[in-house]
């Protein structure tokens, strides 16, 4: 077996930054989960229909891989990306780093790998991989996956090769921190406000804060949308709240970068920041309960109420993060 020591396999709540967590801490830079999802400016928002999607799709962070590339640009890290449609190539790609002792993180499909219970197709999904022997491979994935675990590495083949929505082509990558690394305190205001000006400012109406208030108006038609309400309402609002790393769309995680960011900076702007999505946190989970009630129920009251609290969040949202541009 090859394997790099002393990992420290802890797993987290969102993929992403459970694997960059892996990376850094063997780099010698240990932050919370708040404050990698934070520095990387990953929350965000999408509402996303088309007439070849089952049911719409509601989002609350960056796409894929974009939260790793900006916590690198923002804390100087070496970001070294490798992508092939050859499957030898992808494997010495991955074993090659493991071989030298450095860990290296995966995007894949999830649905193959041996230890998911909910086998569905998703191509974003990222782990840290820190060893391997003949059969199997040796991953760290979040903490509802287990932590530590493995697959096959038939399986792991399989996830790295698969093709669709938001895949890659075995997508491996390694981080590599300065000698002399930034400070993650004095990059705190540049990521605040890339985030802010992000979800301010969209290039079109399903994004930032528009793209909330845009399902605001679409959420109370969806038992109408819905060939299945029973099953899509309540699943949609699981993914609300388990995908959205533990409820709420990723503002938990947001609410938290703000709070211990108030710590370290005197800002009014912060705790604004910081009281206005710790209120809206609690409000996207009621959202979320609603859209599973009106699918068990078959009542549209609860969607109109669900439509209601999204028009607050949009604004709520919005005067968040008009705060928080102003921070600096």
Not at 6 to 31: F, N, S
Not at 209 to 236: F, Y
Not at 275 to 298: D, F, H, I, K, N
């Amino acid at each position: 077996m090859v394997q790099v020591q002393d990992i420290d396999a802890r797993g987290m709540q969102h993929c992403e930054t459970t694997a960059l967590g892996v990376l850094l801490r063997r780099e010698g830079l240990d932050l919370s989960e708040p404050m990698l999802f934070g520095l990387g400016s990953g929350l965000s928002f999408i509402y996303w229909d088309s007439k070849s999607m089952g049911f719409p799709f509601l989002g609350g962070r960056v796409k894929p891989f974009e939260l790793t590339r900006n916590l690198a640009a923002v804390l100087g890290l070496e970001l070294v990306v490798e992508e092939t449609t050859s499957p030898r190539k992808a494997w010495h790609n991955v074993a090659a780093p493991i071989d030298a002792g450095r860990p290296v993180g995966l995007q894949l499909d999830s649905y193959h790998l041996d230890y998911f219970s909910t086998k569905v197709h998703f191509g974003g999904h990222v782990v840290a991989m820190y060893g391997y022997d003949e059969q199997d491979a040796y991953l760290v994935d979040t903490a509802p996956q287990g932590g530590a675990v493995s697959t096959s590495l038939a399986g792991l083949a399989r996830a790295r090769a698969e093709r669709g929505p938001m895949t890659a082509r075995h997508r491996s990558f390694t981080l590599t921190a300065p000698s002399t690394p930034t400070s993650p305190r004095d990059r705190i205001i540049p990521a605040i406000r890339t985030c802010a000006d992000a979800f301010l400012n969209p290039p079109i109406a399903n994004l930032g804060h528009r793209g909330i208030e845009k399902a605001a108006g679409q959420v109370p038609k969806w038992l109408r949308r819905s060939d299945n309400p029973r099953e899509d309402l309540p699943r949609a609002a699981v993914l609300m709240e388990k995908a959205g790393t533990g409820g709420a769309l990723f503002r938990n995680l947001y609410r938290d970068f703000l709070a211990e960011c108030a710590q370290l900076i005197d800002s009014s702007h912060l705790r604004t920041g910081h009281r206005l999505y710790a209120e809206a946190a609690t409000l996207w989970t009621q959202v979320a309960e609603l859209v599973a009630t009106s699918g068990e129920s078959g009542n549209t009251q609860h969607l109109t109420q669900a439509g209601a609290l999204l028009h607050d969040l949009s604004r709520i949202e919005r005067d968040a993060m008009q705060a928080l541009s102003m921070q600096g």
